[in-house]
């Protein structure tokens, strides 16, 4: 119950019980014939509430959009939520936190259930409004003045970049490319992080575009990415340095030598690779919407699933389960097997590219 006429409190614990269902359960069926009604709560709960109640209702609406899908309702649930989102993150007077809930579900709904290039691109330009620096022209506000909301931006931006057609990555990297290089000097050590992997995820898409990006502001660019690498400043916390010398150890690896640091993610029997910068930010952000409900989505969600490239869900008896298992030699030798060829496949593609 989101009645207006209980308390905030009430409200706030009801939209908490409303994300961990959504997030830990398939439930297609049961929300069809009410998500109307129930868009409708949660909207009222986004526009008149305050703080915390705001952002867990951005974060329920995403997760209701998220069970509805990229199919007929997901894009009638978008079409409506969408000016409701750029409202409140626009809002310089709204709270911290729903802009930045805002943030996040303007690029995860968009991803999910866009239907039109007009929507994907004014979400883009709505999104990059925030996190720009001023300096750059972007309009938006320093960023160490709204560290966590330039972030959610970035992410979300980020993310949309990986469904943007080849026309629309070529005009952001001729307009916007120099505006993540100067993120890089901001006092948040996440948003520094972000800014590089939207750098590396630019130089991917550049390169599946086969778009040379080797101009000269590239080697100021990785002199930038050496410096944070290696940074020895002793006001940096020692766990930030530490997470951000390997994150741009990586990133500077992969502009100089086009060679990414795969990682693997197992959920119940199966596992999925992570073996590039597009379907890393992919996954950090479901990761991020479904918190602890990952593991499950990733099993059971035809639409993550379909994402994902993982095929339909498995249906295993208890049999078939006790049948499946394998030694952890064997499933060593399997995945160093398919690593190995992945990696050759790779360096087939990078050696085409060379040769051209």
């Known amino acids: 119950d989101l009645s207006p006429s209980l308390s905030a409190k009430a409200r706030q614990v009801a939209l908490q019980s409303l994300r961990l269902a959504f997030s830990s359960k398939t439930l297609y069926d049961f929300l069809l014939e009410r998500r109307l009604t129930l868009t409708d709560s949660l909207e009222?709960?986004?526009?008149?509430?305050?703080?915390?109640?705001q952002a867990l209702a951005g974060t329920v609406l995403t997760l209701l959009c998220l069970q509805m899908g990229s199919g007929p309702e997901g894009e009638e649930a978008f079409r409506s939520l969408k000016p409701l989102f750029v409202s409140v993150l626009t809002d310089s007077t709204a709270s911290p936190s729903a802009r930045q809930s805002c943030a996040t579900a303007l690029g995860m709904c968009c991803y999910i259930a866009a239907a039109d290039l007009e929507d994907l691109i004014s979400c883009l330009s709505c999104l990059e409004g925030i996190f720009s620096p001023p300096s750059a022209g972007g309009?938006?506000?320093?960023?160490?003045?709204?560290?966590?909301?330039?972030?959610?931006?970035?992410?979300?931006?980020?993310?949309?970049l990986t469904i943007c057609p080849?026309?629309?990555?070529?005009?952001?990297?001729?307009?916007?490319?120099?505006?993540?290089?100067?993120?890089?000097?901001?006092?948040?050590?996440?948003?520094?992080?972000?800014?590089?992997?939207?750098?590396?995820?630019?130089?991917?898409?550049?390169?599946?575009?086969?778009?040379?990006?080797?101009?000269?502001d590239t080697e100021f660019l990785c002199t930038q990415l050496k410096v944070l690498a290696t940074e020895s400043n002793k006001y940096r916390a020692k766990t930030d340095r530490r997470k951000q010398h390997s994150i741009f150890r990586d990133i500077l690896r992969f502009i100089e030598s086009g060679e990414y640091q795969e990682e693997t993610v197992r959920f119940g029997l199966e596992c999925m690779y992570l073996d590039s910068w597009a379907r890393q930010r992919t996954y950090q952000a479901f990761k991020e919407v479904l918190g602890s409900g990952i593991c499950y989505q990733l099993q059971n969600s035809e639409l993550i699933r379909e994402i994902f490239g993982l095929g339909p869900p498995l249906v295993l008896d208890a049999a078939a389960l006790k049948a499946s298992k394998v030694s952890r030699f064997e499933k060593h030798l399997y995945n160093s097997a398919a690593f190995k060829a992945r990696t050759k496949?790779?360096?087939?593609?990078?050696?085409k590219r060379a040769d051209v």
């Not at 009222?44 to 109640?53: I, S, V, Y």
């Not at 496949?345 to 050696?351: I, L, M, P, Q």
């Open 345 to 351: 496949a790779r360096s087939r593609v990078r050696d």
């Open 44 to 53: 009222k709960c986004l526009k008149k509430g305050k703080g915390e109640e």
């Open 166 to 216: 080849p026309s629309h990555i070529k005009s952001i990297l001729d307009n916007c490319w120099q505006k993540l290089p100067l993120l890089l000097s901001s006092s948040s050590v996440t948003l520094r992080i972000l800014a590089g992997e939207a750098i590396a995820l630019l130089f991917e898409l550049a390169q599946d575009m086969e778009e040379d990006l080797c101009h000269q």
């Open 139 to 160: 309009g938006g506000s320093t960023p160490t003045q709204h560290g966590p909301l330039h972030c959610s931006a970035l992410q979300s931006w980020s993310l949309l």
